[in-house]
């Protein structure tokens, strides 16, 4: 019996993320940044202009989450997603830089909520997570403007063996009647594990 190994063993080496600096802007409709696509605004925005990006982690610019001033307190909320070709059975480290910023009132009702997520939609159509980071800033006064903080995470488990694309989604929420802004750079995933974990189940047997 001779065993074939399939030509996806080995997991990627290099960067899967396109844009990930937001340096390079998109006219598209719902993409503020090129391969970047903003879902479900609800009176917040991703700001891409590029007047009031410049406060960036690395390069030229950022994306900026940022929220209205309302009259009264409303669920404001925008995500920016990414999907990308992944291989089957690998393990993908995230990583990413966010500063956040206040406009207005610092004494808000509520502190923003942002959420870095990698995550798959299964055959019934649900998402299914592999990497989810909440990010809270705890205190008004002293968490806004003091630069940028750099985070990362790896998925727990490798990806499902019937499983070829993630979806890499930044959920930002806020409740409070001030408007605040995030800004989100040095956007990153790339596998962290050599070979696939569905390597030796797509061996094909020849008699």
């Not at 202009?49 to 209205?68: D, K």
């Not at 995500?79 to 690998?90: D, F, N, R």
């Not at 998925?155 to 063996?161: D, G, W, Y």
Request: aromatic fraction near 12%.
């Amino acid at each position: 019996m001779q065993k074939y190994k399939s030509s996806r063993c080995s997991c990627e080496t290099g960067e899967l993320i396109k844009n990930g600096g937001f340096e390079i802007r998109s006219n598209e409709p719902d993409y503020p940044f090129q391969y970047w696509e903003q879902v479900n605004p609800n009176f917040a925005i991703v700001n891409n202009n590029p007047n009031v990006t410049i406060v960036a982690y690395e390069g030229l610019s950022a994306a900026r989450f940022e929220s209205s001033d309302s009259a009264e307190e409303i669920n404001k909320s925008v995500s920016l997603q990414q999907k990308v070709i992944v291989t089957p059975g690998c393990v993908y480290k995230l990583s990413f830089a966010e500063n956040l910023l206040f406009k207005g009132n610092t004494t808000a009702a509520a502190i923003p909520l942002l959420t870095a997520r990698v995550f798959y939609v299964d055959n019934f159509g649900n998402d299914v997570d592999l990497i989810i980071v909440p990010i809270f800033k705890f205190s008004q006064e002293h968490d806004p403007n003091r630069g940028y903080t750099f985070h990362e995470a790896i998925t727990e488990v490798p990806v499902p063996c019937d499983v070829s694309e993630l979806i890499v989604r930044f959920d930002y929420f806020e409740n409070s009647t001030d408007g605040s802004v995030w800004l989100l750079d040095g956007v990153s995933l790339r596998a962290a594990s050599s070979r696939s974990a569905c390597c030796e189940k797509s061996i094909r047997c020849i008699f």
